[in-house]
């Protein structure tokens, strides 16, 4: 979160109350991205489970 505010005061934007909401939206962002991910990476890992592939035999597959 500090890397963000120093981001946007370098930007220009100097006000504390302006800075702290920009960097905790921001942050907040990056958390539901994360999540979102971590969603979509069980589900295609349950579809390949699902399908009788071992995990060995779908790293090699996509080699």
Do not use: C
Not at 2 to 22: E, H, K, N
Not at 37 to 48: D, K, N, P, Q, V
Request: proline share 2%; glycine share 6%; no cysteine.
């Amino acid at each position: 979160m500090a890397q963000t505010i120093i981001d946007f005061y370098y930007r220009g934007i100097r006000d504390p109350g302006v800075l702290s909401t920009l960097a905790a939206n921001r942050e907040k962002a990056l958390e539901i991205k994360a999540a979102k991910l971590a969603r979509r990476t069980e589900r295609l890992a349950r579809i390949g489970r699902r399908k009788g592939r071992s995990r060995k035999q779908q790293e090699h597959r996509a080699e």
